[in-house]
């Protein structure tokens, strides 16, 4: 915990003292996501011998491998009739995507309920093969730069082709940077002008191509025709001024050297009122995976899983249940 001088010191004033905020069962404990225990338990149960995936210490390109694990949204009727009407609690199940290299597909499953006991189960809520295996979820890494080839290195970033994954497209385009010894995020302004796709919809990754080269808005269907034009000339090659002298200096891009504040930066920001302000007030909850909170009339809970609200009432009526929000 934080002692209070410190921030009086930085603020310049004290803080009001305000309740912490505490763990303790409430009801509306149904939406908390699942906690670590539970995540594990569910892992377990998937992973364990006769049941849904093989126990593989490192999934390959055929192998059975979870993607996700979290709360599956409780029965809205059995939770209303729990909320407001003293009913019996619901049970809360795991939702759990698993990428089945070996059929090929995408499965989800309930598992459940929690936590998990002798009588939990695994129940497919698809049909096999209802999600092709091509439609498969990925993640995207990022990573610093190796401080052992920082200077001089090449870094390569892909992303799907937007508005190109219509179930039988996988398409990837390749971006590559050349980096500099000081540049920091500033590499990212000095991009090698050459792109190509991927094109990684056949399950045989020997039947993968790469297609459509650009450099410098000279376009080629295959790396063998910009190879040709570049051997014959007909190509125009194009650089940035960082390759063509030795002596450029990239600092201007880096964050080494601190220049002078901002204007107006010494005033302190906004005043962080915490669990409860003059409108607003975070309530207890059963566990730390999720948090209902009131805004003036409204309330609601945001769950730590993901930007959504569930059960958001106005004067103890409900207008939404479930809401989720996108950022776009």
């Known amino acids: 915990m934080v002692s209070a001088a410190p921030v009086q010191l930085l603020l310049g004033a004290a803080c009001p003292q305000q309740a912490y905020l505490t763990t303790e069962p409430t009801k509306d404990a149904i939406f908390d996501q699942l906690t670590p225990a539970e995540y594990a338990s569910v892992a377990e149960l998937l992973f364990a011998p006769n049941e849904t995936l093989p126990n593989d210490g490192q999934a390959a390109?055929?192998?059975?491998?979870?993607?996700?694990?979290?709360l599956l949204p409780p029965n809205k009727?059995?939770?209303?009739?729990?909320?407001?009407s003293n009913g019996p609690a619901p049970d809360r199940f795991a939702q759990a995507i698993v990428v089945r290299g070996s059929y090929p597909d995408v499965m989800e499953y309930k598992v459940g309920p929690l936590p998990l006991g002798a009588g939990a189960s695994i129940t497919p809520m698809r049909a096999d093969g209802e999600i092709p295996w091509i439609k498969r979820p990925q993640r995207q890494c990022y990573d610093d730069d190796n401080p052992a080839c920082a200077n001089n290195s090449i870094t390569q970033w892909s992303q799907p082709a937007w508005n190109r994954e219509d179930g039988t497209n996988r398409i990837k385009v390749f971006w590559n940077w050349?980096?500099?010894?000081?540049?920091?995020?500033?590499?990212e302004l000095f991009p090698i002008p050459i792109y190509f796709k991927l094109n990684v919809t056949d399950l045989d990754p020997d039947n993968w191509y790469a297609f459509d080269f650009e450099h410098c808005t000279q376009g080629y269907s295959t790396a063998e025709e910009m190879v040709a034009a570049?051997?014959?000339g007909s190509l125009k090659v194009c650089s940035t001024k960082l390759w063509t002298e030795p002596t450029y200096n990239s600092l201007w891009s880096n964050d080494v050297a601190q220049g002078p504040g901002r204007p107006?930066?010494?005033?302190?920001?906004p005043r962080l009122y915490e669990p409860a302000g003059k409108r607003f007030q975070l309530m207890n909850a059963a566990s730390p995976t999720s948090r209902s909170f009131s805004w003036a009339s409204p309330s609601s809970r945001?769950?730590?899983?993901?930007?959504?609200l569930q059960a958001s009432m106005i004067r103890e009526s409900y207008f939404t249940w479930l809401a989720i929000i996108a950022l776009s």
């Open 61 to 70: 390109y055929r192998s059975d491998y979870i993607y996700n694990i979290f």
């Open 77 to 84: 009727t059995a939770s209303l009739a729990y909320l407001d």
């Open 178 to 187: 050349m980096g500099t010894k000081y540049g920091g995020s500033g590499d």
């Open 230 to 232: 570049l051997e014959d």
């Open 264 to 269: 107006m930066s010494n005033i302190p920001g």
């Open 302 to 308: 945001l769950p730590d899983a993901g930007i959504a």
